[in-house]
C-alpha cells in the first residue's frame, strides 16, 4: 500500500495529508508530523501476486481497470470511512473484482457526464487484502459510480465484517492515526510484497 489521494488518484506530495500537527506514532513512538490519511494497492492481488513474465502473457493493466486471462476482470475505486470528528474519511485505494458485462458498462460510461445517475449502482468483490482486517479478500460490496474524474466508490455489503462495521461507524481519530502508522512502518520493511 502506498499513500494516495481522496480521490484515489495519484498525486506529487504522495498524498501526505495532515490528520494532525504532531502526534505520538504508536508504531515506533517517535513523533511525526504528517500522516497520509489515505492509502492504494496499485494492483488487484491476483495481479501482484503474478510473476513478471506471467503478467506480460496473462494480463492488461491500467491505471483504473485490469483484465486477467481474459476472464477476471477489475475495476480500481475508493472505500471511504468516516473520521469520527472530521471531514477528511480514511480512504483506501482498492480494486473491485466485477463480471465482464459491468467491466464493460464501466469502462463505456469513463468520459459520461452525469453517469452517477444513470449507471449501477454495480455489485463485486474486494480484490485486495488489507493486514489490518481479517479476510477482506472477496468481500461482497457495491460499487457507486461517481461523476467523471472521480473513481466509483466501494461499500462493502457484509455488515458483520469488521471493516463494514468501521465503514458504516466511522473511526476514531486514533484508529485513523493507528492504521496509517502501522501501514507506513510495514510498507519501510518491503510490505505489502502480496497485499496481505
Given amino acids: 500500500m502506498r499513500p ?18 504532531n502526534f505520538k506514532c504508536a508504531t515506533c513512538g517517535k ?21 513478471r513474465e506471467e503478467k506480460d502473457v496473462r494480463a ?13 476482470f477489475f475495476v480500481r475505486g475508493c472505500l471511504e470511512i468516516p473520521v469520527v470528528g472530521s471531514t477528511e474519511p480514511f480512504i483506501w485505494g482498492l480494486w473491485a473484482s466485477v463480471r ?13 457526464a452525469g453517469r452517477e445517475g444513470t449507471r449501477g449502482p454495480f455489485k463485486g468483490r474486494l480484490a485486495n487484502s488489507l493486514s489490518v482486517y481479517p479476510d477482506t479478500l472477496n468481500l461482497k460490496i457495491k460499487i457507486q459510480i461517481q461523476p467523471v474524474a472521480t473513481r466509483p466508490l466501494f461499500v462493502v455489503e457484509q ?20 492504521t496509517a502508522s502501522l501501514l507506513l ?5 518491503g510490505w505489502p510484497a502480496k497485499f496481505s
Fill in 100 to 112: 465482464e458485462e459491468v467491466f464493460d458498462e464501466v469502462s463505456e460510461s469513463w468520459e459520461e
Fill in 31 to 51: 513523533i511525526h508530523q504528517k500522516l497520509p490519511r489515505s492509502f492504494a494497492a496499485d494492483f488487484p492481488d491476483m495481479y501482484a501476486n503474478m510473476k
Fill in 4 to 21: 494516495g489521494r481522496s480521490d484515489g488518484y495519484p498525486d506529487d506530495d504522495g498524498g501526505v495529508v495532515a490528520l494532525t500537527e
Fill in 185 to 189: 512502518h510495514q510498507e519501510r520493511f
Fill in 60 to 72: 492488461i493493466i491500467g491505471s483504473d481497470q485490469c483484465v486477467v486471462d481474459q476472464q477476471w
Fill in 159 to 178: 455488515p458483520e465484517h469488521p471493516l463494514a462495521i468501521e465503514q458504516q461507524n466511522g473511526i476514531s481519530e486514533e484508529r485513523a492515526q493507528e
